[in-house]
Every structure is written in structure tokens, then in C-alpha cells.
């Protein structure tokens, strides 16, 4: 699978698995970023649908 951009910050998401006392796959920031930029594809979609070129909280 081609390398995805990062969208998340993978520090922060390992200090926060790690309060939830469990560790982070080397591959769980990757897969993250694809499901963040899938939820956005998603509300730009809906934005696009409603005639607006803002997404807002509800496109989500």
C-alpha cells in the first residue's frame, strides 16, 4: 500500500493510547491518517451536496 500523507500527530496519538494503557502499532498512526482523510472526503462531499464550500461540524 503507497505510503499516506500524515494527518495526525503520532506522538500524540501514542501518549493518548498509552493512557488508555495499551501501545501503538507501528502501523496504527498510518491507518489512522486514511480513516481521517476518508471522514473528510465524507463531509466535503456533504458540504458540496448542500452548496457550501465550508465544512462544518455537522458534515462530520
Do not use: F, H, Q, W
Not at 11 to 39: F, H, T, W
Amino acid at each position: 500500500m503507497p505510503k499516506v500523507e500524515m494527518l495526525v500527530v503520532k506522538s500524540k496519538v501514542r501518549e493518548y493510547a498509552k493512557k488508555k494503557k495499551v501501545n501503538l502499532g507501528g502501523d496504527a498512526a498510518e491507518a489512522l491518517s486514511r480513516e481521517v482523510m476518508r471522514l473528510v472526503d465524507r463531509a466535503v462531499e456533504r458540504a458540496k451536496a448542500n452548496r457550501r464550500s465550508t465544512v462544518k461540524g455537522r458534515d462530520i
